[in-house]
């Protein structure tokens, strides 16, 4: 029913003017109607985060998440800043969105538009110059304030990094909200960071490093568990500075954190994300060693296998530095399978430091790895460093790399082959009858399964391998050595 001082429902005229006038009632009915909410993330899993915590935020204000864009009535855009191409595509993007507004806004319906995350604190009111289909510009340290932001109905830039801590803002998801995203779940520990990498722009768009609380870590794994999820990855722009205080201001680092939560019933596997080779400490080594929960594999990127790229790059280790670490590591769990992030042409490389990176990438014997051409991002050093080099000897290069990284991650798979490995079942796959799961090293597993057994840790023996997936069946014969096999294999992977 219309409250007093409402709109009055038009008598005559175009339909659409119905459609109109029922939509705008909707946004001021004491009986709040259903709004669709469309979000996009782009870049890394801390977005991913970001986005659920944005729609468990607005979940209250009477958002339900939509799959299609052209049926929503809040499109965001959860943006990332660390290379080139990232807010190109958000800017054409913002291009499909800008018709899709102008289509709803013909039948009478209002979009709100907002671009969040790493473009949007980078950019601010630019954005809304550059595409003015954007109503509001909202950054990932204010992203508690959307709700605050959308009943002022008005263009917003929001770029500040606020006193107050977002995370004391934010819902918890309902246990629905949980099940229906799936039995792995990410959970943020840690932001921002202080290293100060020479090519990167994450110092300067998600701040200094914060740690969360532990108890709040706890709760937060806890709630997950309850509903359903069986992985849990803790991520942070520099995860394994953590050092968040427990209640009686003592402070935890991330080996000690993984411990407790590997306590927590249900969690049946521990990952985390992303780790700076110079913060891996005595404690995270021995979780490693003690905690079968936590995934042999481990993600810490290196960047360039150049001992003068590395200091160029402000990265505070050097190649040998990075070797001992991973020795140390491998002592600790023989079986761990590294995954690393690489530039090609920083500033300077010649081809001599780009043969140190493919030479490491021998040494160390790589399960996978992401790499990517150097690109100029503002305000960072490496942006105005001379010796810039030129595209064509980047492509090249990167051509190069991903061939050495794509023959050890297909000797890595093909090792696999025989193995019995837990698999962590995750969803329905391609082909009917099929699950998918990640095997412990995180390959996607594809495997003929009942779907009662999504959410189940199952064994599966590894019968083929294709591209980045591997293939198996049920297991039903005794176990054998998986872990032992692959670690054996660590001593052929350098050949
Ligand atoms: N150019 C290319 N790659 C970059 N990365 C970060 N900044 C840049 C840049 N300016 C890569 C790094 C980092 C990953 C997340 O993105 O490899 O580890
Ligand atoms: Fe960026 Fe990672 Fe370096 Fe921090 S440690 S500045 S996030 S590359």
Redesign the pocket.
């Known amino acids: 029913m219309a409250e007093k001082g409402a709109k009055t429902a038009p008598i005559a005229g175009d339909p659409a003017n119905f459609t109109k006038f029922w939509n705008e009632l909707a946004g001021q009915s004491p009986y709040r109607m259903t709004r669709k909410l469309y979000v996009k993330s782009y870049g890394c899993q801390m977005n991913v985060y970001d986005s659920h915590r944005m729609a468990d935020l607005l979940a209250p204000e009477g958002y339900v998440e939509t799959a299609a864009p052209d049926d929503a009535d809040l499109i965001i855009l959860n943006t990332c800043h660390i290379r080139e191409k990232a807010a190109d595509k958000v800017y054409s993007e913002l291009g499909r969105v800008r018709q899709l507004k102008e289509d709803a806004a013909n039948n009478g319906r209002r979009v709100t538009v907002a671009v969040a995350g790493c473009v949007a604190q980078a950019e601010g009111a630019e954005i809304i110059r550059r595409a003015p289909v954007v109503d509001l510009v909202i950054g990932p340290q204010s992203y508690h304030r959307l709700p605050d932001l959308l009943a002022r109905n008005s263009r917003a830039v929001e770029t500040e990094f606020p006193v107050e801590d977002k995370f004391d803002f934010l819902p918890a998801p309902s246990k629905a909200a949980t099940r229906a995203r799936g039995v792995t779940a990410f959970v943020t520990v840690q932001e921002g ?1 202080d ?3 020479t ?2 722009v ?2 300067y768009t998600r701040g200094a490093e914060v740690s969360r609380p532990v108890e709040k870590i706890f709760d937060e794994v806890r709630n997950l568990a309850d509903a359903g999820v069986r992985e849990v990855t803790l991520i942070g ?2 995860v394994n500075a953590y050092h968040g205080e427990d209640r009686n201001g003592r402070t935890w680092t991330l080996g000690q954190l993984l411990r407790r939560i590997a306590e927590i019933p249900g969690i049946a596997r521990l990952r985390y994300s ?1 780790s ?1 080779p110079c913060d891996v400490d005595d404690d995270l080594i021995d979780a490693h060693r003690d905690l079968p929960q936590l995934s042999p594999q481990l993600h810490l ?1 290196v ?1 360039s296998g150049s001992d003068r790229i590395l200091d160029a790059m402000n990265r505070r280790h050097t190649r040998a530095d990075y070797l001992r670490t991973i020795d140390r590591l491998r002592a600790a769990r023989p079986d761990l399978a590294l995954t690393s992030d690489f530039i090609v042409g920083f500033p300077g490389e010649t081809e001599d430091d780009f043969s140190d990176t493919l030479s490491l990438v021998n040494d160390v014997g790589y399960s996978d790895s992401f790499s990517f051409k150097y690109s100029q991002r503002p305000g960072t050093p490496g942006a105005t460093m001379t010796e810039q080099v030129p595209e064509e000897v980047k492509s090249e290069r990167l051509a190069r790399l991903q061939a050495a990284i794509k023959r050890h991650q297909a000797a890595f798979n093909a090792r696999c082959v025989g193995c019995d490995f837990d698999v962590l079942m995750e969803k329905r796959g391609r082909d009917a009858g099929q699950l998918t799961g990640r095997s412990p090293y995180l390959q996607p597993v594809q495997v003929m399964a009942p779907q009662d057994l999504i959410g189940r840790m199952v064994s599966v023996t590894i019968t083929g391998t294709i591209a980045n997936s591997l293939f198996g069946v049920l297991a039903d014969t005794p176990r054998i050595a998986a872990e032992s096999r692959v670690a054996q294999s660590f001593a052929a992977v350098g050949a």
């Open positions: 960071c290293k100060f990498c090519f990167c994450v110092p722009q520099n992303t700076h990127p960047q």
